[in-house]
C-alpha cells in the first residue's frame, strides 16, 4: 500500500490537524466497535499534537472510558521520570481527561529488574496478544529511527516487544513496540517536524532498506500517512 504525504506550513498547524483527524477516528472506532486503541508517541510533535487535542474543543466529545493508549515505545527509567513518555504523555494530555488508569497500557519502570524481565513483565501482562490498533502514531529521529528501532540494531521480528541495551540516544535502556505490533495498526501515521528531519523523511519517501531507515517499513493496514510540516518535508 502506497503512503500518502501531507505538508501542513508550520508545527503548530501540523499537531493542530492530526490532533483533529486521530479525534475523528477515534470517535469512528468508538462509534463501530465500542473502542478504540491508540498508539502515541514521545518526542515534541507527538507530545504536542497530545496538547492540542487537550486545548481543542473537540476533547469533550470523546468518551475516554472507552480509549485506550499504548505507547510505541518507552525510557526505561523510573516511574515518574522526566524521561518517561508516560509522564509526558499525561502533563500533556492525560492527567486532564476522564480516561481510566487501566486504560492506559504502559510499559514498565524500572524498579530494578533488568531491561530483559521488564520486556517479559509487559509480554505477561499482554499474553492474549496486543490489539489491532485503531491509529499508531510514529515519530522518527533524524536517523531514521521509529519508536526505538534503530538502524543496525535488532528490530525484534516475531515478537511484539523487544528491549533495547546500549541505545545509540540516550537513555542507554529502552521497550518498545516492534513492526510487528505497530504494522498491525490500521491507520499508520508517520509525524515530524524540522529541518534535521528532512533528509529521513526523504529516505523514508523513497523506501530506504530498514536497516538504515527503520521508519521505512512502517505500514497501515488501511492506510499509512507521513505528516510533516513545510521544513521536514523540504528534501522530497
Known sequence: MSRRIE?????PALEDRVAAELVTLVLAAVETRGRADVVVTGGAVGIGTLAAIGSSSSVSM??????????????????????????????????????????????PTDRGQTVDEARDEFLAEHVAGLPDFDVVLSGI?????TASLFPGFPHGEGHDAIAVSNSPKPPGE???????????????????????????????????????TPAASLRGVDETVVWVDSDAASRL
Open 62 to 107: 470523546v468518551d475516554w472510558t472507552r480509549v485506550h493508549i499504548w505507547w510505541g515505545d518507552e525510557r526505561f527509567v523510573p516511574a515518574g521520570h522526566v524521561d518517561r513518555n508516560d509522564k509526558q504523555a499525561r502533563d500533556a494530555l492525560f492527567d486532564h481527561v476522564a480516561i481510566p488508569v487501566g486504560n492506559l497500557h504502559t510499559f
Open 7 to 11: 505538508i501542513l506550513p508550520t508545527r
Open 174 to 212: 529502552r521497550l518498545s513496540l516492534t513492526f510487528d505490533a505497530l504494522n498491525r495498526g490500521r491507520h499508520v501515521w508517520i509525524v515530524a517536524s524540522g529541518l534535521d528531519k528532512a533528509d529521513a523523511i526523504s529516505r523514508i519517501v523513497h523506501d530506504s532498506p530498514e536497516s538504515e
Open 141 to 145: 529521529g533524524p536517523d531514521g529511527h
